[in-house]
């Protein structure tokens, strides 16, 4: 079930999830994924981002969502 608004999910360019499970379970990213709204490459782990494993992107127009995973 997805408890955020559509806007959110249009208008933010990365999501960072605190866990890879939070693509097949969770439904606040599930539901966007499979509208569209939200494509894979833009679903980034939070631990990749904390690791450097992932650089964090540098622009000040890009809008950047977290999510709680609460499975």
């Known amino acids: ?14 999501y960072y999830i ?8 969770s439904g606040d990213i599930i539901d966007p994924m499979e ?7 833009q679903v980034l782990l939070l ?4 690791s450097g494993k992932t650089k964090a992107p540098r622009n000040d127009s890009l809008i950047i969502f977290f999510l709680k995973d609460s499975v």
């Open 47 to 50: 631990s990749d981002l904390l």
């Open 1 to 14: 079930m997805r408890e955020l608004p559509q806007t959110l999910f249009e208008q933010a360019d990365y």
């Open 35 to 41: 509208k569209g709204w939200v494509k894979d490459p």
């Open 18 to 25: 605190d866990s890879e499970q939070g693509k097949v379970e």
